[in-house]
C-alpha cells in the first residue's frame, strides 16, 4: 500500500473515528442531588429538566450554592461548625470561623445510549482499494456513557465550590477527566461597600460563562457552534491558511473570573483572566511547569480574555413579582415571563512555533507565529411560561500569519499576514415544557467556517481537490435536531433527539469522479440519565 | 318553693346530658404513627361551623403540621413563613376531583384561608416544591381526635347513640366500624395498607 492510500486510509479512520465520537459522547449534564439531600427537596426545585435550571435554581447557583434567603432555616441536616460564630470578632487573631455541610455533599451520574445511523454511514470506504478493511460504522449500537461524581455547596461565609469528575467515560475506568474545579467568593462587593452582589471572584478550572452552558446542556448533543475549533491549513485549494487554533468555546479554562450581577434578573457580567489553551488536547512534553514538573495547559506565556454581558428583562406586570426570584403565578409561583440579551467576547492569542533561519538565511532558529484570535457573538433568551426560545450567533477571527522564505535562504525566514481566518454561526433553540415531565425540543444549528472550506471540505466538480475528504459538503453546516425529553422521575430521564446531519459527499481522490452524490448521515440516539 | 323546684330541673337536666355524652376510645393498629379517628355524619343532624380557624404553616419546605383535622365548615389559613415561593393545591377531596382546588402564590408572612365545606381526605401540595405533602381530614362532625404515635385516641363528649366510625392513616385504607357509644366505650380500628 502505498503512502497516498495509507494517508486516504488514516483520513477516513480518523473521520470516521470523529463522526462516532460525535455522535457517541453527549457533553456532560450534571444535576446535583446532594442539595436534594441537604435540604430535602426535590431536583425539581431547582431544575425545570435537569440539568437546566429554573429560575429558582439560578438564583439558588447565584447565592452560591445556597438558598437566595435565610438559607440556614431550609437545613435539614445542621452544617459542622469550623469554629464558632463568635471567633469571627477575635479575628485576626484566629482563624476565621466557616462551616462545612453536615452530610458529605456528593452526587453521582450515569448515563447510557443506544444509536442508530443513516445507511449511508459507510460511504467512505467506497474510496479504500478493493479488499482494504475500512472503518466499519455499526448501523446501530449500545454505549456506555458518564460515570461521574460531582460535589458543590458552600463554607457558610459566602465561600462556594464546585468539583465534577468524570470516573469513567464510554465504559474505560479513569478515561475521564476534572470537569469544572473551583472555589467561589461570593459577594466580594461587600468588603468594598458596593451594590450587594456586585463582584464576585473565581478561582480554579471552570466553563467561560457562556449563554448557555455546554458542559451542563440537557441535550444529548451539544451545541456545534461551541465545539468549533478553528484550523486552517496551506493546501493551494484557496486562501492559505497558517492557523492551528485548537481552543473551543466550550473548553474548560483555568484561571480567575469577576462577575456580578445575577442571572434570573437584571445585569449580569464577567471577566475572566486564564491560561491559553490553543492545544485543545493534553499538555504535551514542553508545557512542564516549574513545580516538580507538574505539567499545565499554557501553550504560551500568555493569558486569554473573556467577557459577558447580559440584562434579562423580567417583564411580569406587578413589580413585587418582577423582582421577585419566581414570579407570582395564579397557580403557584414559576419561571418568569422574560427577555434577556447578552453578548459575550473572547480574546486570545495562539503561539505557532516552526523551525526557520535567521536573517542570514542560514542560521537555524525557532520562529513563532503569534496569532491573535477573538469570538464575539450575542445571545437572546425568551421565556413565556413553558415556553423557551434561545439562541446563539457567534463571529470568530483568527489572525493569519503565513511562513515565508526569504530569496536565497534556506528555511522559514519570518511571516506575512494574509487573509484572516474565520468562521460563524449559532444555533436557535425552542424548548416546551408539555408536562411538568415532558419537554420537546427544535433546534437548528449552523457553522460556517473558512477553515473548513479550505480543509476540502467545498466540492467544486470543476477543480476537485487532490484527496478525499470525512466532511460536509458545504463550507456551512446546518444541522436539525428535533427532540424530547422525559423525567421518569425528576432524578431519572429518557431522551431521544434525530440529528438530521449536514450533507456529505465521496468522490474518487484520484479522479476526481464522485462517487456519491450530496448523503446524510443522519443519526437516532437515545439516552437513560441518573443522577443519585 | 318554686324557685328550689326550677334549680332541681336544671340540676337534674345537667346531669341528665352528661350522662348522655360518653367517650369514644380507643387504638389504631397495623400502621405506625399518627392516625385520624372521627364520627361519619349523622343523619337529620348538622353541626355548626366552628369560629376559630385553624392555620397551616409552610416552614423549612414542609407544611407544619403534616396531619390537622378540621371540622366540616372550619376555615383554614395557609401562611408561608419561608422565604421562598410556595402554593397550596389539593387535587381531590377523597377521590373527587371536582373538589380540586389551587390556591395560588403568596408570599412570605401572608396568609391565604379557605373554608372546607366538604368532608373528607384532603392531600395538600405545593407545585413548586413536589416533596411537599400534608392532609386536612374533614371531618362531617366535631367528634374527631388525631391519635398519639402509639395509635391511641380518646373522643370526648359523643352523645350516646349508633355511629359509624372511621379511621383514616397516611397511605393506608380507611376503616369505618359501626359503634354504639354508651357512656365509656371503646373502639379499635386496624388498618392495612
Known amino acids: 500500500m502505498n503512502g497516498k492510500w495509507l494517508s ?12 462516532l465520537a460525535v455522535l457517541s459522547v453527549p457533553p456532560k449534564a450534571d444535576a446535583i442531588p446532594a442539595f436534594s439531600r441537604k435540604y430535602g427537596t426535590s431536583c425539581s426545585t431547582c431544575h425545570s429538566d435537569f440539568p437546566k435550571l429554573n429560575d429558582f435554581g439560578k438564583a439558588f447557583k447565584d447565592a452560591g450554592f ?15 461548625l469550623l469554629g464558632a460564630p463568635a471567633q469571627a470578632e477575635l479575628w485576626p487573631h484566629t482563624i476565621y470561623p466557616g462551616s462545612i455541610p453536615g452530610t458529605l455533599p456528593v452526587g453521582l451520574r450515569y448515563n ?51 468539583v465534577d469528575d468524570d470516573i469513567s467515560v464510554a465504559g474505560a475506568n479513569a478515561n475521564g477527566a476534572l470537569g469544572d474545579g473551583y472555589l467561589k467568593f461570593n459577594d466580594v462587593s461587600r468588603f468594598l461597600k ?30 456545534d457552534i461551541f465545539s468549533e475549533a478553528n484550523v486552517g491549513i496551506q493546501n493551494g485549494l484557496g486562501p492559505a491558511q497558517n492557523v492551528s487554533n485548537g481552543s473551543k468555546l466550550e473548553d474548560a479554562a483555568n484561571g480567575v473570573e469577576f462577575s456580578g450581577g445575577h442571572i434570573y434578573q437584571g445585569y449580569h457580567y464577567s471577566v475572566a483572566v486564564f491560561d491559553q489553551n490553543t492545544t485543545g488536547v493534553a499538555p504535551t512534553a514542553p508545557n512542564i511547569g516549574p513545580q516538580n514538573g507538574v505539567s499545565f495547559n499554557s501553550d504560551a506565556n500568555f493569558k486569554d480574555l473573556y467577557g459577558r454581558l447580559v440584562y434579562r428583562f423580567n417583564l411580569e406586570k406587578d413589580p413585587a413579582s418582577r423582582n421577585d426570584v419566581q ?5 403557584g409561583p414559576r419561571d418568569h415571563t422574560y427577555l434577556a440579551l447578552g453578548t459575550i467576547y473572547f480574546y486570545g492569542r495562539t503561539a505557532q512555533p516552526v523551525s526557520g533561519v535567521q536573517a542570514d538565511g542560514v542560521t537555524p532558529t525557532v520562529l513563532t507565529a503569534r496569532e491573535p484570535f477573538y469570538r464575539v457573538g450575542g445571545d437572546v433568551n425568551f421565556n413565556y411560561r413553558n415556553l423557551n426560545v434561545f439562541g446563539v450567533y457567534v463571529a470568530a477571527h483568527d489572525h493569519n500569519l503565513l511562513p515565508v522564505t526569504a530569496p536565497g535562504a534556506a528555511g522559514i525566514t519570518g511571516f506575512a499576514s494574509a487573509p484572516a481566518a474565520t468562521f460563524s454561526g449559532g444555533f436557535a433553540e425552542v424548548d416546551y415544557l408539555a408536562l411538568p415531565w415532558a419537554m420537546t425540543i427544535m433546534r437548528w444549528d449552523q457553522v460556517k467556517s473558512s477553515a473548513d472550506r479550505i480543509n476540502f471540505i467545498q466540492y467544486n466538480p470543476s477543480a476537485p481537490p ?8 458545504s463550507a456551512t453546516r446546518n444541522r436539525f435536531t428535533p427532540g424530547e425529553q422525559f423525567l421518569i422521575h425528576a432524578n431519572i430521564k429518557a431522551s431521544v433527539e434525530y440529528q438530521i446531519m449536514p450533507q456529505q459527499i465521496v468522490y474518487n481522490p484520484a479522479t476526481g469522479e464522485i462517487i456519491t452524490g450530496p448523503f446524510r448521515t443522519n443519526a437516532l440516539i437515545l439516552g437513560l440519565e441518573w443522577v443519585y | 318553693m318554686k324557685r328550689i323546684a326550677l334549680v332541681a330541673i336544671a340540676v337534674m337536666l345537667a346531669l341528665g346530658t352528661a350522662a348522655f355524652a360518653g367517650t369514644l376510645h380507643g387504638k389504631v393498629s397495623g400502621v405506625n404513627g399518627e392516625s385520624v379517628v372521627y364520627i361519619e355524619a349523622v343523619a337529620g343532624k348538622t353541626f355548626p361551623a366552628p369560629a376559630q380557624h385553624i392555620t397551616i404553616d409552610q416552614k423549612g419546605l414542609m407544611f407544619v403540621p403534616h396531619i390537622t383535622v378540621a371540622q366540616q365548615g372550619a376555615t383554614v389559613e395557609f401562611l408561608n413563613s419561608d422565604s421562598v415561593a410556595h402554593n397550596v393545591f389539593w387535587p381531590a377531596i377523597s377521590g ?9 402564590t403568596w408570599p412570605q408572612g401572608q396568609r391565604k384561608s379557605f373554608k372546607f365545606d366538604d368532608p373528607g381526605v384532603v392531600s395538600l401540595l405545593c407545585n413548586v416544591h413536589p416533596e ?23 373522643i370526648d363528649n359523643v352523645p350516646d347513640g349508633a355511629y359509624t366510625a372511621t379511621a383514616w392513616h397516611e397511605g393506608a385504607k380507611n376503616k369505618s366500624n359501626p359503634v354504639k357509644v354508651a357512656g365509656d366505650t371503646a373502639a379499635d380500628f386496624t388498618l392495612s395498607k
Not at chain 1, 9 to 18: N, R, V, W
Not at chain 1, 116 to 132: C, K, S, Y
Not at chain 1, 327 to 331: F, I, K
Request: aromatic residues 16%; positive net charge.
Open chain 1, 112 to 162: 447510557t445510549y443506544y444509536q442508530q445511523i443513516g445507511a449511508n454511514r459507510n460511504n467512505f470506504n467506497q474510496v479504500l482499494p478493493a479488499g482494504t478493511i475500512g472503518n466499519f460504522v455499526p448501523k446501530s449500537d449500545f454505549q456506555p456513557g458518564f460515570f461521574s461524581i460531582f460535589t458543590a455547596g458552600n463554607f457558610g461565609t459566602g465561600i462556594s465550590w464546585w
Open chain 1, 66 to 80: 445556597k438558598f437566595p434567603k435565610d438559607d440556614e432555616s431550609f437545613l435539614k441536616t445542621p452544617p459542622v
Open chain 1, 466 to 473: 487532490g484527496s478525499s475528504f470525512f466532511s460536509p459538503y
Open chain 2, 132 to 154: 411537599m405533602s400534608a392532609y386536612v381530614i374533614v371531618s362531617p362532625t366535631p367528634y374527631f381526635a388525631v391519635t398519639d404515635k402509639a395509635g391511641e385516641f380518646k
Open chain 2, 96 to 104: 373527587n376531583k371536582k373538589l380540586g382546588h389551587n390556591l395560588g
Open chain 1, 327 to 331: 414570579a407570582a403565578g395564579t397557580m
Open chain 1, 194 to 223: 458596593l451594590p450587594k452582589d456586585s463582584l464576585n471572584l473565581r478561582a480554579g478550572q471552570f466553563e467561560l460563562d457562556l449563554p448557555f452552558s455546554q458542559a451542563r446542556t440537557w441535550n444529548l448533543s451539544g451545541w
Open chain 1, 8 to 19: 486516504l486510509l488514516s483520513a477516513s479512520m480518523f473521520a470516521g473515528l470523529s463522526v
